[in-house]
């Protein structure tokens, strides 16, 4: 039986701008992630789709509407945050770097992660760098002293050994070589599922969500205008801006579709 894992109710997300005025970036969204569930998001830059993962993970405040993961409310988090409020969700960024510390090698970030994981786990820091195809004696090295994909093939490993229930990619496969786009977003999904979590994964490339994602949210202008499964949005999608959206995507294979992207 699926349970809803995360519930959003009409949220609504702002930004003060200088001087006076205020910008809705996400404007009454309700929406929700059951457990084991991949969630793509997708729509054009500025949309307002980090926003809403950065609200998801309390680092926006919530103008109205509301949050509830796992049950409980979403607090946006600050000074009396304590860090186990912080362990069930785990995000992936655009940069690497921006969840590697640069002066801890790669081994201790993950056994880290191991750490803080509120449950047994069996996942070891061998296991999980074999998990994203490097060897264990990269452990002792430096997140500078890896490719992009790589970093973010760490960055991947790091979060998962946390024991996330839910695993957030904002963007995770923008900055990497085409050829390693869909490796790297096969791998997302198959770890996350593995160990028990969903995904909400952000991309603008549509190719790839339909690969990896059980159902696409439609973002634009900071409302959800559609969502449902990945096979009968494609197919017969039902808001024109969806409509207009995957028009605009270079069909592969006539429809829209790169073959065998999921293997990682
Ligand atoms: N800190 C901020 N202060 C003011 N406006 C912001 C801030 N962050 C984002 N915005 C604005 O909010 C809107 C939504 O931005 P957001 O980054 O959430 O969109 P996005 O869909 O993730 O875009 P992209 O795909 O380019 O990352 C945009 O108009 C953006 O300029």
Known sequence: MTETLLQLKDLTVKYRLPGKGTLTAVN???LNLESS??????????????TLARAICGLEAIHSGSILFEGAPVRRLGMRTRPRDLLRIQMVFQNPYASLNPRRTVGAQIADGLRINPQSTSWS???LLEEVELSSDVANRFPHQFSGGQRQRIAIARAIATGPSLLIGDEPIASL??????????????????SGASMLFITH???VVRTIADEVAVMN???IVERG?????WGQPENPYTQRLLAAIPAVDGLGKLPGLVDA
């Open 28 to 30: 009454e969204v309700s």
């Open 37 to 50: 569930q991949v969630l793509g998001l997708v729509g054009e830059s500025g949309c307002g789709k980090s």
């Open 125 to 127: 820091v061998a296991g």
């Open 177 to 194: 070589d085409a050829s390693l786009q869909a490796k790297v977003a096969g791998l997302m999904r198959r770890l996350a599922l593995e």
């Open 205 to 207: 490339d549509l190719a």
């Open 221 to 223: 202008r900071g409302e």
């Open 229 to 233: 499964p990945v096979e009968r949005v």
